[in-house]
């Protein structure tokens, strides 16, 4: 009874002692609680860096991905120039035929086949025939013999003119090695053929087009077949007068060799955007790389763990 009275007066008599002790021991838990609290927000470095470098992987894809879908050509830039070279040289070749279909309603004078022969024989001088020359000509066929190209279109007609739709005949004129390509179809050369027996002494008074089979390579077969078959010197110089000859006949091989070089020249310029592109995010890539080793150096400066940081960079740098 006595001790229970002293342990009261002791306390009745250190009264802010108490006090003192409960207000240090509510500080030291609420301290631990702050301290507890401090540490669940602690990042590992580790962990954070593992996670840039995932963050990092899946950027370089998605770019790796996005530059194969949008410019795959780009990987072969010489197939592209050299496809850009070729087109170009096949629309300088085909330049004749597209000024043949510009100019199509334009025809020159070339006179009488016949006179211009006279006149060089005389010494004088005449206008030699050119390439692709939208001509006007009058001429008579000088030999008895028929050739005969081309496939008839509608062979079951019963008119004997329409029959002959899409054959041609090549005969010699008179007064030069010059050979004319005829329609068979109409009715003047077609009723001269079946009259006389041949074309010999019809004349024309056609407009056609020059042609050079040393330069038309469509022309070269029959060239070829007139040189057997007539004995004409493989020396000596032959022209071809097509009457036949419609430039829009060839429009698709036209606008092939025209097209072509075009989207070329497009996907070249394409090209060279897409090069500079890529080489702004190169440059930007590069920044980030710094930005992220200056991280990882004050990183190590300031006593974090980043002894795995090699190994995740090195990773990083794998699958990349």
């Known amino acids: ?62 770019v790796q991905r996005r530059e194969r879908e949008r410019f ?4 072969h830039p ?18 004749p035929a597209l000024d043949a279909v510009l100019h199509e309603g334009e025809y020159e004078e070339c006179g009488n086949l016949l006179d211009r022969k006279l006149a060089q024989n ?15 000509l009058t001429a008579m066929v000088g030999t008895p013999n028929i050739f005969a190209i ?6 079951k007609t019963q008119d004997e003119f329409e029959r002959n739709r899409g054959v041609s005949y090549v005969v010699k004129l008179n007064g030069d090695q010059v050979y004319a390509i005829l329609p068979a179809h109409p009715r003047k050369i077609e009723g001269y053929r079946l009259k006389n027996g041949s074309l010999f002494g ?6 056609g087009l020059m042609i050079d089979p040393s330069i038309a390579t469509s022309y070269r077969h029959l060239e070829r077949e007139l040189r057997v078959n007539l004995g004409v010197s493989p020396t000596e110089k032959l022209w071809f007068f097509d009457v036949t000859y419609s430039p829009w006949d060839h429009k698709m091989p036209l606008a092939t060799a025209l097209l072509t070089p075009l989207i070329a020249l497009l996907a070249l310029l394409a090209l060279k955007r897409e090069l500079a592109r890529r080489q702004i995010e190169k ?11 200056a991280f990882e150096m004050a990183a190590q400066d300031a006593g974090l763990e980043t002894s795995e940081m090699p190994k995740i960079r090195q990773q990083s740098e794998q699958e990349s």
């Not at 005389?122 to 390439?131: E, I, K, L």
């Not at 081309?150 to 062979?155: E, I, L, R, S």
Request: aromatic residues 8%; contains cysteine; hydrophobic residues 30%.
């Open 1 to 62: 009874m006595s001790e229970k009275i002293e342990a009261q007066s002791k306390t009745e008599d250190h009264p802010d002692q108490t006090d003192t002790n409960q207000s240090f021991n509510d500080h030291s838990s609420d301290q631990d609680r702050d301290s507890s609290s401090l540490i669940g927000l602690e990042i590992d470095p580790e962990v954070l860096f593992e996670q840039w470098s995932r963050e990092d992987a899946w950027v370089e894809e998605q």
């Open 72 to 75: 795959s050509i780009g990987r």
């Open 78 to 95: 010489l197939a592209l120039v050299a496809i850009a070279m070729v087109s170009i040289f096949l629309a300088i070749y085909t330049f």
């Open 122 to 136: 005389q010494g004088g001088t005449v206008d030699a025939f050119q390439h692709q020359q939208n001509c006007h």
């Open 150 to 155: 081309g496939k008839q279109d509608n062979a």
């Open 202 to 207: 019809l004349e024309i008074d056609e407009r």
């Open 283 to 293: 440059k930007q890539s590069k920044s980030e790389q710094e930005w992220l080793e």
